[in-house]
């Protein structure tokens, strides 16, 4: 257990719609980042958030939105879903160069 | 190359070593990791290694870095079935605060009895 939580675990919706995912750091990390994994692109790194501000951006569509806040969670907000965002997204929490990775959470868009 | 490159498959035989190699696009990255992800669960970090050693031993685990060439290696010794598993290496490019991981395709990992 790595002490990451996520919720939900899994998500069924339908295109066009909205979706928010939940991630709550280790006790005491500072830093989240979110992660997609899908068959075609594999691990890919979306956003980071440390102590409530964006840090880092990566492959983040514009349709993708996150935020952390002062009790340090994170949300991840998917918007105007497509079938290709079907993926698992995760979450990673950390205090420095070690990042820890909650369960994730499954999103199937039919 | 642009990418992160490992190997897709790897098969040993219980109780030989299993050799997990990958070869990282940045040489001017810190920190090089090895993470394991078993069927339905999320990643687990193995180990890793700064950029500034050579290589790095825990328990089982062997990280070797060829900065030189950016080859990282694992090695798994005594290799057991729960082991079996998908074997990511990482790359953490150098940024200002943020140590956002690049990723390589997985290795699978299948142990035979």
């Known amino acids: 257990d790595s002490g990451v939580t996520q919720t939900p675990k899994h998500l069924i919706t339908a295109t066009g719609q909205r979706v928010t995912l939940r991630c709550s750091p280790r006790?005491?990390?500072?830093?989240v980042y979110w992660y997609q994994q899908s068959l075609d692109q594999g691990l890919q790194f979306l956003i980071q958030?440390?102590?409530?501000?964006?840090?880092a951006k990566g492959n983040i569509l514009e349709r993708f939105s996150a935020q952390q806040f002062p009790d340090l969670h994170s949300e991840l907000n998917l918007s105007s879903l497509e079938l290709g965002d079907s993926a698992l997204y995760f979450c990673?929490?950390?205090?420095?160069?070690?990042?820890?990775f909650g369960p994730g959470t499954r999103l199937t868009v039919t | 190359g642009e990418d992160v490159e490992q190997s897709l498959f790897l098969s040993v035989r219980e109780g030989d070593s299993s050799v997990i190699n990958c070869t990282y696009t940045d040489s001017s990255s810190t920190y090089l990791y090895w993470y394991k992800q078993e069927p339905g669960a999320g990643l687990q970090l193995l180990t890793y290694?700064?950029?500034?050693?050579d290589m790095k031993q825990d328990q089982r685990l062997t990280v070797l870095l060829n900065k030189k060439d950016k080859h990282l290696s694992l090695r798994i010794a005594d290799t057991q079935t729960g082991d079996s598993a998908i074997y990511f290496c990482a790359e953490a490019p150098p940024g200002a605060g943020s140590y956002q991981l690049t990723f390589g395709k997985g290795t699978k990992l299948s142990v035979i009895p």
């Open positions: 006790s005491g990390d500072l830093s």
């Open positions: 958030y440390y102590n409530g501000e964006e840090r």
């Open positions: 990673a929490s950390s205090g420095g160069y070690e990042q820890y």
């Open positions: 290694i700064f950029s500034n050693m």
